[in-house]
Structure formats: C-alpha cells, structure tokens
C-alpha cells in the first residue's frame, strides 16, 4: 500500500518539476499598447503663444539634408535601395540594408523621412550610442512643440515618458525624434521627418486649430503588403539593435513566423468580434501544436503603433519585452503582423534547422 503511494507521490513531484522548467523556459509577454490614440485629436477652438516656433537651424550635414529633396540626390549618394516596400501612409520605404543601414520614407519622388539605428551612419549633429544626458545639454527638450503648416497648427504633447525615450526636437522645416535606451542612457535610433508626415504619423498626444491633415486608409490589398514590410522591417530592426548591444543576430524561422501571424490574427479578431469565442492558447501550447522544438523561447506582442520603429523601440523600454528582444540565448525568431498587430516569436535551438525553415537574415 505505501509503495504504491509513494511511486505516485514521485510521479506527482517529478510532473510537477517538468512542468514548472518548462514554464521556466518560456517567456510569453503581455501586449504593448502604443501610448498614444492616434486617431483621436483634439481640436481647438483658438490657439495661445506657439511653444517651438520655426526651429533651430537645420543641420548641414549628415542623412538630415536629404529629407525634403529629390529622391534622386539620395541615390547619388547611396545607390538603389536594396528593396521598396509601401507603408500605411502613402509613402514608400526605401530600405538599405548594406552599410549604413537605413530606412527613407519617399512621396511623389521626394524624401520625407530617414530612419536609422546605424552606429556608424552620419546623424549629425547626433550621434548613435551618444549619452542622453550630452544631448539634454546642447538641444532645447519642450514638452509641448507646434508644427505649423499653411494656416493650421498642429500642437504635440509630450508627456514624461516621451521625454525620457521618444524626444521630439524641431528645426527649421524639419522635425528629429530621438529613440532613447532608459536603461542605457544613450541614444538608439534617429528619425528625421518632414512636418507634414510628422502630422500624418500623430506619434504624440496632439490637438489642432484648423483643418485635421491624415492619410487615407490603404485598402486591404495594400495593407496586406504593408503587414509583409512591418514584418521584415521588424526583424531587420531588431538585429540591428541586437548589433548595437554586441548581441548575435536572429535567424528568420518561417515556422515561428507563421505561428506569429496566426497569433496577430488571432489577437485583433478577439478584440473587434462580439461573439463569444475560445481564450487565446498561450505561447506553450501554441509551439507545441506547430511542432516547434527549443531549449528556450520568448514571445513579444503588441499593437496600435503606426510602424516597425516604434513597435521595436516600445519594445526596447518595456523590462520584460526587453529581457525577451534581448535575449542573449536566442537564435530564431518569427513575426507576424496583422493590421497594427504586432507578434515576434523567439527561439533557441541547439541545433539547426532544414534550410526551408531558416533564412539568414
């Protein structure tokens, strides 16, 4: 008689053993919201003294001065790009990915953005990795910055948290924001932005006197496209930070991406359906059901952010999706993007995968 029960007190404590490593091993994240209702302005019957005026001088050097001009002088400098995706806001992405790696928005044959997390591309008067303490010294930080375009004026609120991680800077007909490591202290990425797509994109609190400026809605054709580029993107972004923090790079799973996907689908039909409908599996299950095999693996998810940029900088200052986005141990990963539904799956694997699985990326 006590045999038999202590044979099933041992099964019971050793189940209960795998069970809790197993859940030890896999890091599944709450979704990120964006901060910011980007499509709810406020507007404003009158308008006090304007907070940013016209701006600083722009800078005269660095991948700033091609915002505004022909598309034709940044291929002067840099070449074709090494591929054109669209965006949900009309414009295109030109993306290079050979060195220095940068993103350039395009509209009716001029620039009207640059991105990059580049280390070693030219961002002056900034610098990527610079400490954000140096750049509070010699940069006007305002908590409240107007864009001023025909007879409209469009006011931005930045509230502290944008401060510290998402600072917006003005120039002279141009506007940089500043993509903060909290826990860094330093600089990761730069945007430099025309004002009118600053408007279009809202990435802060904003109201406006006058008439609202937007972007009209993609049809769902185009926003399917626009979901493959954010994915892309994504990955792309978050190797480059990977670089930036002496990190190995990810390798795309074409597996993980799938499950992700699925999982971005999954996540907006429960929100806008009114029926009743099952609880999302969670991330073990999920794996386990796709067949996928790892010694660890981690899940970020988010949604409502306007792009791959903000999305994996969210990311970057959230403490648990960082320790996930930064994982030392992880050598896969999948993303899936469902309409402003972000999902990014993480793996490790001790050993590789069937080459149609994995892509270097």
């Known amino acids: ?75 002067k400098t840099f070449g074709n790009p090494s591929r054109i995706e669209p965006s949900s806001y009309q414009y295109e992405w030109w993306v290079y990915t ?11 044959g001029k620039v009207n953005q640059i991105y990059t997390s580049d280390r070693i591309a030219d961002v002056s008067p900034f610098t990527i990795g610079q400490n954000v303490q140096e750049i509070h010294r010699f940069s006007p930080i305002e908590s409240e910055i107007d864009v001023a375009i025909k007879d ?26 500043l993509y903060i490591d909290q826990v860094d202290d330093q600089l990761e990425g730069v945007r430099f932005i025309s004002p009118s797509t600053l408007v279009k994109h809202q990435p802060y609190d904003m109201t ?55 999982h971005s689908q999954e996540m907006i039909f429960q929100k806008y359906t009114s029926r009743d409908v099952e609880p999302i599996e969670n991330f073990a299950e999920r794996l386990k059901e796709a067949e996928i095999h790892s010694t660890k ?34 050598t896969h990963t999948g993303v899936g993007v469902y309409n402003k539904y972000y999902t990014q799956s993480y793996i490790a694997q001790t050993q590789p995968k069937e080459s149609t699985e994995t892509t270097e990326k």
Do not use: C
Request: no cysteine; aromatic share 8%; net charge negative.
């Open 98 to 108: 050979t060195e220095p790696t940068f993103m350039a928005g395009v509209l009716n």
């Open 297 to 330: 693996a981690g899940e970020n998810t988010a949604f409502n952010y306007i792009d791959a940029i903000e999305t994996v900088h969210g990311w970057l200052n959230s403490p648990k999706h960082r320790e996930v986005l930064l994982g030392s141990v992880f």
């Open 152 to 177: 409209n004026v469009y006011t931005f609120s930045l509230t502290s948290e944008d401060i510290k991680n998402r600072i917006l800077i003005p120039y002279k007909n141009l506007y940089v924001q």
């Open 208 to 262: 406006y006197l006058g008439e609202m400026m937007e972007a009209p809605k993609p049809s769902s054709m185009v926003q399917t496209e626009v979901d493959r580029a954010m994915e892309r993107q994504t990955l792309e972004l978050t190797n480059q930070l990977r670089k930036g923090h002496e990190l190995p790079i990810l390798l795309e799973n074409t597996k993980l991406a799938t499950l992700s996907w699925e």
């Open 1 to 75: 008689m006590w045999k038999v029960v202590w044979k099933i007190l041992v099964i019971l404590v050793v189940g209960m053993g795998i069970f809790y490593f197993m859940n030890d091993q896999i890091s599944e994240n709450e979704p990120l919201e964006s901060p910011v209702q980007h499509a709810n302005p406020i507007a404003e019957p009158e308008k006090g003294q304007s907070m940013g005026g016209e701006g600083m001088p722009r800078p005269e050097e660095g991948i700033s001065v091609y915002v505004g001009q022909k598309v034709e002088k940044l291929e």
